[in-house]
């Protein structure tokens, strides 16, 4: 039978209704941890997620549920990059190495990484390639 996770609450039940079922509530933009043990995930995907200032807490939670070996997609506006060089070596210092990269689409760039380990900087390291352009929205 299915058991609900300790993360979720309980769902109140009305009278005469049947029992409602419950879900869990979206985590507020600030907590990134998702409640997933540490190396159980085998494919993380970004896809036009990364709309926030904190990437690298996102990136460096994808290392930590990745498997060793394990693989992270990204998908995002080409727009927003003002120089992929650098986001990818920022990314590679969380513990990935870049094994794809499509930068032929006028609108999107896509990646793929391997997880290679932990993260080789400190949590106060400047990794100035994780700050994307906000996304333009053109009128067509």
């Known amino acids: 039978m299915f058991e609900e996770p300790e993360w979720a609450e309980a769902a109140p039940v009305a009278t005469g209704l049947r029992p409602v079922i419950s879900r869990p509530r979206p985590a507020p933009?600030?907590?990134?941890?998702?409640?997933?043990?540490?190396?159980?995930?085998?494919?993380a995907v970004f896809c036009?997620?990364?709309?926030?200032?904190?990437?690298?807490?996102?990136?460096?939670?994808?290392?930590?549920?990745?498997?060793?070996?394990?693989?992270?997609?990204?998908?995002?506006?080409?727009?927003?990059?003002?120089?992929?060089?650098?986001?990818?070596?920022?990314v590679s210092k969380?513990?990935?190495?870049?094994?794809?990269?499509?930068l032929s689409n006028s609108h999107f760039f896509l990646f793929d990484f391997q997880k290679t380990g932990p993260p080789r900087v400190?949590?106060?390291?400047?990794l100035s390639g994780l700050k994307l352009q906000p996304c333009l929205y053109k009128r067509r």
Do not use: C, H, W, Y
């Open 122 to 126: 400190g949590p106060k390291a400047q």
């Open 48 to 90: 036009l997620s990364l709309m926030g200032t904190n990437i690298r807490d996102f990136l460096e939670e994808a290392n930590r549920v990745l498997k060793p070996g394990g693989l992270l997609k990204v998908a995002e506006v080409s727009s927003r990059f003002e120089d992929v060089r650098n986001f990818l070596g920022a």
């Open 29 to 43: 933009p600030s907590q990134i941890k998702v409640p997933l043990e540490d190396e159980s995930v085998d494919v």
């Open 94 to 102: 969380l513990g990935f190495k870049v094994i794809s990269k499509d």
